[in-house]
């Protein structure tokens, strides 16, 4: 009996403490931008993003400090690797989307003066569930030779 009842008030406490552990929240982390070393070249715009508590889709991405921005994901066609725009991304919930070398991406044209001259620019994640998300991502300068993986 004392047993039964230990394992009762044991599993009552549990529920509790779950039910108060803030819900997941929907966010963007490690924004950074690496920067051409070619003035007229396009820079690219590299992220995370955590899923909330429900599913969501990335619908766009702006910032006052750049001139043009266009989501990308490289892909593999008959052994070439290419890059094809993208208009959206589905961010399931509690789960995680990377925007990274070799996969999804951001092209980033016309980087103003004043954000190079802070090293980071911010951008605005606007997603189907209403949520936008201001984001300042530091900007990393590219040596030449380092070259740019897409």
């Not at 715009?45 to 990308?72: A, C, K, N, Q, W």
């Not at 008959?78 to 208009?87: D, E, V, W, Y």
């Not at 201001?134 to 380092?146: F, H, S, T």
Request: contains cysteine; hydrophobic residues 45%; proline residues 7%.
């Amino acid at each position: 009996m004392v047993r039964s009842v230990y394992l009762v008030v044991m599993g009552v406490a549990l529920a509790l403490l779950a039910a108060c552990q803030p819900p997941a929240q929907l966010l963007v982390e490690k924004a950074n931008v690496q920067l051409s070393p070619v003035t007229d070249n396009p820079s690219v715009l590299y992220f995370t993003i955590r899923g909330g508590p429900e599913d969501t889709v990335l619908r766009s991405i702006t910032s006052p400090s750049i001139l043009r921005l266009e989501m990308h994901e490289t892909v593999e066609e008959n052994g070439m690797s290419m890059m094809k725009p993208i208009t959206a991304v589905a961010v399931p919930k509690r789960g995680k989307v990377e925007f990274a070398p070799g996969g999804k991406h951001v092209m980033v044209w016309g980087v103003d003066e004043g954000a190079k001259k802070a090293g980071k620019a911010q951008f605005v994640f606007s997603f189907s569930n209403g949520d936008k998300i201001a984001v300042d991502a530091k900007l990393n300068a590219i040596k030449p030779e380092d070259g740019m993986a897409h």
